[in-house]
């Protein structure tokens, strides 16, 4: 049965991503952001079947819960009309090619340069205190550097929401 659930959710974690960035039933950015909660819920489904318990409720509450509607706002503050639009995907577009090769460059040298089963597992049961030692002694850069972009995010937002007193 485990093996059933993680086929299913892994297709549904790929089809609702998929879905985030070609949307073939709509061109409005609430959808795809729909389509990205979606995600998030199948990946917690993945998580549960890890034993990972409170990482699945921290995704659930943390990105599907305050990261989407920090989402849903910026969306809807930036309501932009379909000829910006138009400017702004023909502009991009090489930008976002570059950025998703250099990801992808990234990601495939950093797995034939890593040895499978390096690091640490965290044990079946779920343990939490496990979690919080591991991540706060052996991943504290990158906790603290998601920390700072969350910021930074959030400082964004702020700005953006500023009205202009002329």
């Not at 086929?7 to 952001?33: E, Q, W």
């Not at 503050?77 to 639009?85: G, P, Q």
Request: glycine share 8%.
């Amino acid at each position: 049965m485990q093996e059933t659930l993680f086929y299913i959710f892994s297709l549904l974690t790929l089809g609702f991503g998929f879905l985030v960035v070609a949307n073939p039933f709509s061109r409005n950015p609430v959808t795809s952001a729909m389509f990205l909660v979606l995600t998030i819920g199948s990946l917690a489904g993945l998580f549960v079947l890890l034993h990972a318990f409170f990482l699945a409720a921290v995704q659930v509450l943390v990105y599907a819960g305050a990261v989407m509607v920090l989402f849903l706002f910026v969306i809807m503050l930036l309501d932009l009309r379909a000829e910006e639009r138009r400017k702004l995907w023909s502009l991009f577009i090489p930008f976002g090619l570059v950025s998703v090769g250099a990801i992808l460059f990234l990601f495939i040298r950093s797995l034939l340069n890593s040895p499978l089963g390096v690091g640490k597992a965290l044990t079946q049961d779920g343990d939490t205190m496990a979690l919080g030692h591991l991540l706060f002694s052996q991943y504290v850069l990158p906790f603290e550097i998601v920390s700072v972009l969350l910021l930074v995010a959030m400082v964004g937002v702020v700005l953006l929401s500023k009205k202009d007193l002329k």
